[in-house]
């Protein structure tokens, strides 16, 4: 699907529905900290602000997106920020798994356990990839330091 825009065409039942998730959202965030996932132009966003955010991250994987939402304007109390929303969310999750136990982390985060868990293999995969593969030691005349000598 297309990003929906206010300052483009949108077929009117989709911009509704959009525009009627947010405003009800608005109702549940004074004083949150929100995180709007695939925020787009951050239209969202800047209803969950007026809504009483105390802060709202608005994460897209367009920097055009954010050029768009910054040109429109009223941005002010918004941060943005590029990367995939699931991992973001991952790296968020996994932390919380390596300071508490596992199974208190879906209460805290209202999640399932194994939507947990799911997340939790994401952000070990991630720091995985950071940490890359480590170089192979040198092995001197075929043998390393933990062979048995003959």
């Known amino acids: 699907m297309e990003r929906l ?3 483009r ?5 989709l911009r509704h529905q959009h525009l009627a998730r947010y405003h009800w959202a608005a109702g549940f965030v004074r004083g949150c900290r929100v995180l709007d996932g695939a ?13 009483g955010a105390s802060r709202v991250e608005c994460v897209d994987r367009s920097m055009d997106a954010f050029r768009a939402a910054r040109r429109l304007g009223g941005t002010e109390g918004l941060s943005f920020m590029k990367a995939n929303v699931a991992q973001r969310f991952a790296l968020q999750v996994g932390k919380l798994c390596r300071d508490m136990p596992n ?9 399932h356990h194994s939507t947990v868990k799911d997340l939790d293999k994401l952000y070990m995969q991630q720091q995985l990839a950071r940490a890359g593969t480590p170089a192979p030691r040198a092995i001197e005349r075929g043998r ?3 062979s048995k000598r003959a």
């Open 39 to 51: 925020s787009g132009t951050a239209y969202g966003a800047r209803i969950l602000r007026d809504g």
């Open 103 to 111: 199974k208190a982390v879906p209460e805290i985060e209202h999640l």
């Open 144 to 146: 390393d330091r933990h």
């Open 9 to 13: 065409w949108a077929s009117p039942w």
């Open 5 to 7: 825009s206010l300052d």
